[in-house]
């Protein structure tokens, strides 16, 4: 999906996929160096609402994975929107 399409100025990359139940998935892709932080993150769970907007569907499984380390702040608030993270 063109992040562009999204009006994100955002470096990472975006994948839809579905399961064999038919729920749809959101993997977050992002390859930066530099630590991941609170309001990083809110803007990651905006780009999920116009995801969800984009494609017209409802995203029950939604997952961050990343080569930057995440502040605790960061970390809780993943936790506390039921995204799953991989860092």
């Not at 380390?69 to 608030?77: D, V």
């Amino acid at each position: 999906m063109p992040i562009k399409e999204l009006k994100s100025r955002k470096k990472i990359d975006i994948y839809i996929g579905i399961d064999l139940k038919g729920f749809y998935s959101l993997i977050l892709y992002i390859n930066r160096n530099s630590r991941i932080l609170q309001k990083d993150i809110q803007e990651y769970i905006i780009l999920h609402q116009k995801v969800e907007i984009y494609n017209n569907s409802k995203i029950n499984n939604k997952y961050l994975l990343t080569t930057a380390p995440l502040c605790s702040k960061a970390k809780r608030l993943l936790s506390d929107n039921g995204w799953g993270y991989e860092d």
